[in-house]
């Protein structure tokens, strides 16, 4: 039991290893939550682009939507027109004339929303890969922020116990917040899907 109370003697050098220990933390610390402090303002950067983006994808799809009833009705009236000119065949020649402008006026209403509606289908898939991109960096920069949490939370019990082996632990949380932080600002594509996945 006595030994159990008993202090540790410090051994001759003990402070100078300690304050070693205690500046590398905190110079760890001072880099983990400056790279942070940036990673957040670009996070909320790209959350605002995501919300952009998605905005967008889902205008345009209306869109297109609009586009495809107008052309839907377009074609029913194309239809009714045809079924007119066959039942109007013994119909004076003005009456079928009127007829034939009628049906190749909305043969072109069609072919125009048929084209309208590729551009637009186009434009709102270039919005949902352009979401698509940007929620992957988003994810990078999540791994980033936890992960530099963590670290920081160890270097800080590392510096409370002045354990070398929590300090190096730490450096590895840090590191890898601080290499998906970077492949975010720089577009690089590193994932870790099973992590974003568990973080989702």
């Known amino acids: 039991m ?9 051994k001759q050098g003990d402070k100078s290893e300690d304050a070693l220990l205690n500046t590398a933390i905190s110079v760890a610390v001072a880099l983990a939550g400056t790279f942070m402090a940036l990673s957040n303002v670009k ?3 790209v959350n605002q682009a ?4 998605q905005a967008r994808k889902i205008n345009a799809w209306s869109y297109y939507q609009a586009k495809s009833t107008k052309q839907n009705l377009a074609e029913g009236t194309l239809e009714q027109l045809r079924s007119l000119r066959a039942l109007s065949a ?11 402008r009628k049906i190749a ?5 069609v072919a125009k929303y048929e084209s309208e509606k590729a551009v637009i289908k186009t434009e709102a898939e270039s919005w949902q890969t352009k979401y698509e991109a940007l929620n992957k960096t988003d994810d990078q920069l999540d791994l980033s922020d936890a992960a530099l949490s963590v ?5 800080g019990v590392a510096a409370l116990v002045q354990r070398r082996a929590l300090f190096v632990v730490s450096l590895l949380f840090i ?17 870790v ?4 996945q568990w973080l989702s």
């Open 2 to 10: 006595s030994d159990l109370m008993e202090v540790p003697v410090r």
């Open 105 to 109: 006026d909305f043969l072109q209403k």
């Open 50 to 53: 995501m919300q952009d983006a």
């Open 43 to 45: 996070d909320g950067n």
């Open 90 to 100: 013994s119909a004076t020649q003005e009456v079928l004339g009127d007829l034939d």
């Open 151 to 155: 670290g920081i939370a160890l270097s």
């Open 193 to 196: 899907p099973f992590l974003s």
């Open 175 to 191: 590191g890898f917040g601080m290499v998906m932080g970077m492949a975010a600002f720089l577009g690089l594509p590193l994932e």
